[in-house]
């Protein structure tokens, strides 16, 4: 069993009960436009059980106070609430805790990357090996460091069902590349990458891997030390926690050879006007104040996504897109990108005739959210030729009815688009 695939839930657990799971979700009980929501956007944000806004709430009502820097319980609540936070993703990711950076999401962590490991050793020649399907946030700091250091992007190209070319993908790793930065799981695509396989090849030939978590965290297993990358990143309000927050994991040996990326409070243990010592990693990385009541309330997140077990909400969601997409490859004219073996729950789709923002708009007016435009991946549209897509990205706390519901919807909007 490779590290994208799940581990199934013990035959003894009862199945969970979906209903009153989505009754959690405050959110998910009101209407939009005068009709229930359907919400099919969870790639781009995830809703919020009770659980994680009342944790913030405490926070805030309870023990509102700086960490790190105060002898008063107050100050040692808050630095134990967040420090906790960091120990209970370790877990969650089956990683050590100092070798994890709290930040604001996966585009600092990458960024975080390319700024304190990447730019200070590629040179003139190396190569930065980027995939088709990568997200902005995994390609653009990639061309501001080789503009910086004359290093050069190759990509990895894919297959026309959204699938990596891993024949292609290894002969691309040559000599002369340095880094290589892959999806866990496509945003647009929902293809769920090998990149226990890749990680490990890249290793074998001296590659530094980079690994983009956002969309797989949220919805299935990730076991850190199974999948053998290098550098690890993902987003907090994906994983049904608040927004500005997120993480970055690293080898130790990375953290401990990268200099700071920000300067400022509490990543120092010592300045003077001639010079500064830094503080230890992770907290090396952490400049000023964080999210404090973020973390508060992605701990509480990652103790709720535990507790229904990311194997049976892995399985529930794929259940959900077995659905919709049956659904939708009966209706005519429409076209579905993506049909790896292998998929999140994400279904990036056109209709014949149709612009993706009108056809969006009109769903909303439906009560349907799904997101329409270019999802942060320009190069993988120009792959497939097309200008924008709908995507229709589910979550555990969906339901059958609520995809019936979006395909009665998505036939009235046809009709109205003629």
Known sequence: MNASTPAPAPPHEAPADWARVRADFPLLQRAV????????????????????????????RRFNANVSRAVHQLGAEATEAYEGARKRLARFLNVRADELVLCSGTTFAINLV??????????????????????????????????RTGATIRVAEIHEDGTLDREALDRAMTPDVKLLAVAHVSNLLGTVNPVREICREARRRGIVTVVDGSQAVPHRPVDLQAIGCDFYA??????????????????????????????????????????????????????????????????????????????????????LLTHLTEALD??????????????????????????????ATLLDLEGVAVRSGQHCAHPLLQFYGVAATCRASLAFYNTHDEIETFIAALRKVRTLLG
């Open 114 to 147: 390319a700024y304190s490991w990447a730019l200070p050793r590629l040179t003139a020649g190396d190569i930065i090996l980027v995939s088709r399907m990568e997200h902005h946030a995994n390609i653009v700091p990639w061309q501001l460091v080789a503009q």
């Open 234 to 319: 993902f987003t907090g309000h994906k994983v049904c926690g608040p927004t500005g927050t997120g993480a970055l994991w690293a080898r130790r040996e990375h953290l401990e050879a990268m200099p700071p990326f920000l300067g400022g409070g509490e990543m120092i243990k010592e300045v003077s006007f001639d010079g500064t010592v830094f503080n230890d990693p992770p907290h090396r990385f952490e400049a000023g104040t964080p999210n404090i009541a973020g973390f508060v309330g992605l701990t509480a997140a990652i103790d709720y996504l535990d507790t229904l077990g990311m194997a049976r909400i892995e399985a529930r969601e794929t259940e």
């Open 33 to 60: 436009h005068g009709k229930p929501l359907v919400y099919f956007d969870s790639a781009n944000t995830a809703q919020k059980p009770a659980a994680v806004i009342e944790a913030v709430d405490d926070y805030y």
């Open 330 to 359: 009966a209706e005519p004219g429409v076209r579905i990108f993506g049909r790896a073996p292998e998929k999140a729950a994400v279904v990036s789709f056109l209709v014949e005739g149709a612009h993706a923002h009108d056809l």
